[in-house]
């Protein structure tokens, strides 16, 4: 994800940008820039920012003795977790993590490397073109795999501890 608001801004209210900017923001950001980007007062960013906080979908640091706001990735993994154990059943989370552990140890086997670096380091000997694309395409999703990895070990890991606290709140 970028720093970039997406979708058509036209279309949208004021609170509607300012939600739909803060959710891409990776790298801690002022109301001010938020504002800037999404045609609105810094006050007006400012009250949706910190509305988000109290949702816990934003989280406050301070740099450079500056208020700036970005995603909360703990709360975020939560959520996503949630998610994965809400419309997945176990065998289906299990058949993922099983299918991303294949994955990597048959570009480990086809490569001879242990890291989607190392794979990319290895682009280096190469000169045909189609093959560095396809080893950074792989590297790409190499890395993409491996951060869902710990996330599916964990929604199985609470499976049935959450399905027994999600099914009480129905």
Excluded at 21 to 42: G, Q, Y
Excluded at 43 to 52: C, N, P, S, V
Excluded at 55 to 76: F, K, N, S, T
Excluded at 95 to 106: G, K, P, Q, T
């Amino acid at each position: 994800m970028t720093d970039e608001p997406s979708g058509d801004r036209t279309e949208l209210t004021r609170g509607e940008r300012v939600r739909a900017a803060a959710r891409t923001l990776r790298t801690p950001r002022t109301a001010a820039w938020v504002a800037d980007e999404t045609d609105v007062s810094a006050k007006t960013a400012r009250k949706y920012l910190d509305q988000l906080v109290e949702d816990d979908v934003l989280r406050v640091v301070e740099q450079d003795g500056q208020r700036r706001y970005c995603i909360d990735q703990l709360m975020a993994t939560y959520r996503e977790i949630a998610t994965l154990q809400r419309e997945h059943d176990r065998e289906a989370l299990t058949s993922s993590l099983v299918s991303i552990r294949s994955s990597i140890a048959d570009w480990k086997d086809e490569f001879g490397v242990d890291t989607p670096g190392e794979l990319r380091a290895s682009i280096a000997d190469l000169d045909a073109i189609d093959e560095i694309d396809r080893r950074r395409d792989i590297a790409s999703e190499w890395e993409h795999l491996a951060d869902r990895q710990p996330v599916l070990r964990a929604a199985l890991n609470e499976y049935d501890w959450a399905s027994e606290r999600d099914a009480l709140s129905v």
